[in-house]
């Protein structure tokens, strides 16, 4: 029988297409479980070894929601044995909770930071602000994604998180940023020093934190910036679902707080109080 840690090489083989990025999370992962459930046969990996693992992960002070990261991982390789027809089903396992967390920039906030940015930086920050994009989906934009008679960006699914292809119509101000990048590299829209942008960030990042003073911010941070802008100016659920590429209404439910201007006219009813008149 083949042991959890050889479906897990085996899933690695059989999905070339995943990007560079996840296929090193994902390696990360496989890396640390195979401690616990490694040489296990895959029909002897049930939710008693996963919940001891994922206990001895706790243990090490990983946050819960990297915890539940690593369970989906240990169920994507089972999937996989499934497929193979090893087992006939994954074990069930729920999810640790996790806080929601919430963190997004008001305009004055956005201009400290881009003021902060050394410029290579700013243009990428500008551009995210303006689409919504992913970090990783910035730093690997090439100008074979650009469509520029229709003024949008065309992402294919390798390079999507959701594996799906993502068409965006470009903003004025995001044409502005790729107008500005013209003729500075050939493949790539944002470089540094003539090469592609790792998709790690630098300490540059947290100097120009500190300069604006913002903290606990992420680059991730600026894709929901973008999202809760585009519901405070009143962008509906759907389309900004589609601009987002999520995949369920869900994901963009949690920015649906940020705007209140529809709840406006539920208040705005006579007052039934009589204040006291000032001494």
Not at 118 to 130: K, N, S, V
Not at 209 to 229: E, F, M, P
Request: aromatic share 8%; with cysteine; glycine share 6%.
């Amino acid at each position: 029988m083949t042991t959890w840690g050889e479906a897990a090489d085996r899933w690695l083989e059989v999905n070339p297409q995943l990007s560079k990025a996840w296929r090193v999370k994902m390696a990360q992962y496989i890396g640390r479980l195979r401690r616990w459930i490694g040489d296990l046969p895959v029909d002897q990996v049930h939710a008693g070894q996963l919940q001891q693992a994922r206990a001895k992960l706790l243990a090490m002070d990983i946050k819960p929601v990297t915890v539940n990261h690593y369970m989906a991982c240990a169920l994507t390789v089972l999937r996989s044995a499934v497929d193979f027809g090893e087992i006939s089903r994954v074990p069930r396992i729920r999810k640790l909770r996790t806080e929601t967390r919430e963190r997004w920039l008001e305009p004055e906030e956005a201009q400290r930071l881009l003021a902060a940015l050394p410029d290579y930086m700013r243009q990428m920050a500008l551009f995210a602000l303006e689409t919504g994009l992913r970090r990783g989906n910035v730093c690997r934009l090439r100008w074979e994604h650009v469509n520029w008679s229709r003024s949008l960006v065309a992402l294919p699914s390798s390079l999507m998180k959701n594996r799906r292809p993502l068409w965006i119509p470009l903003s004025p101000g995001a044409l502005a940023v790729l107008q500005a990048q013209r003729g500075q590299h050939d493949e790539w829209v944002f470089t540094w020093r003539g090469a592609p942008l790792a998709v790690r960030l630098p300490r540059t990042w947290s100097r120009a934190l500190a300069t604006a003073g913002l903290q606990d911010l992420r680059w991730h941070d600026l894709r929901h910036t973008w999202a809760s802008w585009q519901t405070q100016d009143g962008v509906p659920d759907n389309a900004l679902q589609t601009l987002g590429g999520w995949e369920c209404p869900a994901m963009v439910k949690r920015y649906a707080h940020h705007s209140v201007e529809h709840l406006r006219p539920w208040v705005q009813r006579q007052r039934r109080l009589q204040l006291p008149m000032a001494a």
